[in-house]
T-cell receptor
Framework: GAVVSQHPSRVICKSGTSVKIECRSL??????MFWYRQFPKQSLMLMATSNEGSKATYEQGVEKDKFLINHASLTLSTLTVTSAHPEDSSFYIC??????????FGPGTRLTVT | EDQVTQSPEALRLQEGESSSLNCSYT??????LFWYRQDPGKGPEFLFTLYSAGEEKEKERLKATLTKKESFLHITAPKPEDSATYLC???????????FGTGTRLTIIP
């Protein structure tokens, strides 16, 4: 149980384009989903928290207009990186919780902006 | 401010050589201490939740324990496939956000 999927697993895009990453909870309803970013050999950095049907809460320093988060249902959240630039290249990971504090993580999405 | 600190930063062991990883925390009103395993290029995999001092949980060669100030992840007779980064985390007071430690990179040498 508690499986979270992400799609795509890898994406390469050109600078200035937008990229959408999907996060799905496959076998439970996620009241809250989280989006993280991870740089090589560093720990996870929380970007935003999203609850179904409401606006995401962004961490300090994260541009909400660049990283658009939509949590349309209890099993789906999307992260759209708008007008991507090479510095946005990173490993993006989502997680989901069903209301307890345990978070279950997706496999991650490697974004490369050329 | 909530803090989670892990040590050592990296650990190299021979196959079969048991050891422990440490996670110390200062979190108001602890509502769980979580251990995760992360392989390179993958998302963290949930291992354990500990809720109260004295609690222990086991899974294969791993055993997690919790005191009032720290948690240990004991690895017994490790194998090369146990090589990974081990992360501990705790939720902050009044919210579901997890504060993560920086992790311990464990390498098991055959």
């Amino acid at each position: 149980g508690a499986v979270v999927s992400q799609h795509p697993s890898r994406v390469i895009c050109k600078s200035g384009t937008s990229v959408k990453i999907e996060c799905r909870s496959l076998d439970f309803q996620a009241t809250t989903m989280f989006w993280y970013r991870q740089f090589p050999k560093q720990s996870l950095m929380l970007m935003a928290t999203s609850n179904e049907g409401s606006k995401a809460t962004y961490e300090q320093g994260v541009e909400k207009d660049k990283f658009l988060i939509n949590h349309a249902s209890l099993t789906l959240s999307t992260l759209t990186v708008t007008s991507a630039h090479p510095e946005d290249s990173s490993f993006y990971i989502c997680s989901a919780t069903s209301g307890l504090y345990e978070q279950y993580f997706g496999p991650g999405t490697r974004l490369t902006v050329t | 401010e909530d803090q989670v600190t892990q040590s050592p930063e990296a650990l190299r062991l021979q196959e079969g050589e048991s050891s422990s990883l440490n996670c110390s925390y200062t979190v108001s009103g602890l509502r769980g201490l979580f251990w995760y395993r992360q392989d390179p290029g993958k998302g963290p995999e949930f291992l354990f939740t500990l809720y109260s001092a004295g609690e222990e949980k086991e899974k294969e060669r791993l055993k997690a324990t919790l005191t009032k100030k720290e948690s240990f992840l004991h690895i017994t007779a490790p194998k090369p496939e146990d090589s990974a980064t081990y992360l501990c985390a705790a939720p902050g007071f009044g919210n579901e956000k997890l504060t993560f430690g920086t992790g311990t990179r464990l390498t098991i040498i055959p």
